[in-house]
């Protein structure tokens, strides 16, 4: 007998974008971002490119996701379903390698920015423009969804089973409360705090960030399962 229930709740979407939004990549490249600027900016200026960089992840996550979303709510939904298992099957691993890397970081399958896209963020750190920050955002949100965007995958699927207005609205919140620890830690930096204590924090706690990140996927991957096989129903 299936199961009527209301999904995603405004809930889920919080929880899901509280888990995605500590994210190693985005807010590593904040700490190398602000870093360099320290050097030969001032603090107004600091801010300007700070937001713009943190601006151009928030509309590059935000296109993906609305697309995505657009395109599962348009395709029949006998596809729609098997296209569920599937990325269901696929966020479960995902949680799985995440909870691999709790307790064994780097060995084997991690998901992250592959080391060739590391370097070319570093160049691109030499030469910082206007441009080249929109950039760095655009990159970095283009890089990390195949590696570390399985919760927004989750949440944009299930938001397509009822795409309106309010899905629309609950994406726009995933997407700033995704890019609100970025807010926090440039603002943080410009009241004073030092980059290097961040950037400890982020080295100390990256294990705990993934082992969150692995539970919340593994029951995210199941719930897309058991809505795709009928025993969860979305009204």
Same mark, same amino acid.
């Given at each position: 007998?299936?199961?009527?229930?209301?999904?995603?709740?405004?809930?889920?979407?919080?929880?899901?974008?509280?888990?995605?939004?500590?994210?190693?990549?985005?807010?590593?490249?904040?700490?190398?971002?602000?870093?360099?600027?320290?050097?030969?900016?001032?603090?107004?200026?600091?801010?300007?490119?700070?937001?713009?960089?943190?601006?151009?992840?928030?509309?590059?996550?935000?296109?993906?996701?609305?697309?995505?979303?657009?395109?599962?709510?348009?395709?029949?939904?006998?596809?729609?379903?098997?296209?569920?298992?599937?990325?269901?099957?696929?966020?479960?691993?995902?949680?799985?390698?995440?909870?691999?890397?709790?307790?064994?970081?780097?060995?084997?399958?991690?998901?992250?920015?592959?080391?060739?896209?590391?370097?070319?963020?570093?160049?691109?750190?030499?030469?910082?423009?206007?441009?080249?920050?929109?950039?760095?955002?655009?990159?970095?949100?283009?890089?990390?969804?195949?590696?570390?965007?399985?919760?927004?995958?989750?949440?944009?699927?299930?938001?397509?089973?009822?795409?309106?207005?309010?899905?629309?609205?609950?994406?726009?919140?995933? $997407?700033?409360?995704?890019?609100?620890?970025?807010?926090?830690?440039?603002?943080?930096?410009?009241?004073?705090?030092?980059?290097?204590?961040?950037?400890?924090?982020?080295?100390?706690?990256?294990?705990?960030?993934?082992?969150?990140?692995?539970?919340?996927?593994?029951?995210?991957?199941?719930?897309?399962?058991?809505?795709?096989?009928?025993?969860? $129903?979305?009204?």
């Amino acid at each position: 007998m299936a199961i009527e229930i209301a999904l995603p709740t405004l809930g889920t979407v919080i929880i899901t974008a509280l888990v995605d939004s500590i994210n190693p990549c985005a807010i590593g490249v904040l700490i190398l971002l602000v870093s360099s600027l320290m050097v030969t900016k001032r603090k107004k200026e600091m801010l300007k490119i700070g937001l713009l960089y943190i601006f151009a992840i928030f509309v590059t996550y935000f296109s993906y996701g609305l697309g995505l979303l657009a395109f599962m709510a348009n395709i029949p939904i006998v596809v729609a379903e098997y296209i569920s298992i599937v990325v269901g099957l696929i966020v479960v691993l995902a949680g799985i390698i995440e909870i691999k890397d709790y307790f064994w970081y780097g060995k084997g399958i991690s998901l992250m920015i592959p080391h060739k896209y590391v370097k070319t963020i570093q160049e691109k750190m030499k030469k910082l423009s206007l441009g080249t920050v929109i950039f760095l955002g655009v990159f970095v949100a283009s890089v990390e969804l195949p590696c570390t965007g399985g919760p927004y995958l989750a949440i944009t699927l299930l938001l397509s089973q009822n795409f309106n207005f309010g899905a629309f609205l609950l994406l726009v919140l995933y $997407n700033m409360i995704f890019v609100l620890p970025l807010v926090v830690i440039l603002f943080m930096v410009m009241l004073g705090a030092k980059v290097e204590n961040i950037h400890k924090w982020k080295q100390a706690n990256k294990s705990y960030m993934r082992l969150v990140a692995g539970l919340l996927l593994i029951g995210l991957g199941w719930l897309l399962m058991l809505i795709a096989n009928g025993t969860i $129903n979305l009204n």
